[in-house]
């Protein structure tokens, strides 16, 4: 099972700031089989990003996610509000997994 | 609108059972793969089970394999998912995911672009 691990686990910036999110993974990943998700509280997950570095239907160009091999990364240029969340990356295949979360909170 | 709809969930004594469903509506129901992702209270999400859109591909988490079966009726719109032999630490909420396919340039790629909004369930005595 390929684990993913992402760090930090919470990160405290304030609006207006970047966001930089990391997964790495425990064995190589194909990036056509990298996502990324934003869950705010008492909602399901919302679709960010897929293939590693393509943006969702609606998905803001501040948001923008990069990587290959074992290392992604999350990026937002410029944090707005609504954008503190947590956010997940996930690996698909046969056996998906999901990183354990980091969490975007308000400085 | 596209949209998923869980049912069933509730409270179950361990070794109990339980049938979660998830209504689809809004697109083609037949031609898109379905996942099953739940999420312990304060915890992050769990993959649970994959099935093809034509039922012919299966995969589970290890954490569930052998007590889950997951299943699908197109004609209802409709997927299953039968929970036995449930424990303690299968208490989560539990969603039902579209996975949606992305053409760019000669290439596919596959994130679960639906969800719905989940249906809980607490196994407890």
């Known amino acids: 099972e390929i684990v993913l691990t992402q760090s930090p686990g919470t990160l405290s910036l304030s609006p207006g700031e970047r966001a930089t999110l990391s997964c790495r993974a425990s064995?190589?990943?194909?990036?056509?089989?990298l996502a990324w998700y934003q869950q705010k509280p008492g909602q399901a997950p919302r679709l960010l990003i897929y293939g590693a570095s393509s943006r969702a239907t609606g998905i803001p160009d501040s948001f923008s996610g990069s990587g290959s091999g074992t290392d992604f990364t999350l990026t937002i240029s410029r944090l707005e509000p609504e954008d503190f969340a947590v956010y997940y990356c996930?690996?698909?295949?046969?056996?998906?997994?999901f990183g354990q979360g980091t969490k975007l909170e308000i400085k | 609108e596209v949209q998923l709809v869980e049912s069933g969930g509730g409270l179950v004594q361990p070794g109990g059972s339980l049938r979660l469903s998830c209504a689809a509506s809004?697109?083609?129901?037949?031609?898109?793969?379905m996942n099953w992702v739940r999420q312990a209270p304060g915890k992050g999400l769990e993959w649970v089970s994959y099935i093809s859109s034509s039922s012919s591909t299966f995969y589970y988490a290890d954490s569930v394999k052998g007590r889950f079966t997951i299943s699908r009726d197109n004609a209802k719109n409709s997927l299953y998912l039968q929970m036995n032999s449930l424990r303690a630490e299968d208490t989560a909420l539990y969603y039902c995911?579209?996975?949606?396919?992305?053409?760019?340039?000669?290439?596919?790629?596959?994130?679960?672009?639906?969800w719905g909004q989940g249906t809980t369930v607490t196994v407890s005595s």
């Open positions: 995911a579209r996975e949606g396919f992305f053409k760019i340039g000669p290439s596919y790629y596959y994130a679960m672009d639906v």
């Open positions: 064995q190589s990943v194909s990036s056509s089989s």
């Open positions: 809004g697109f083609t129901f037949s031609t898109y793969t």
């Open positions: 996930q690996q698909y295949g046969s056996s998906s997994t």
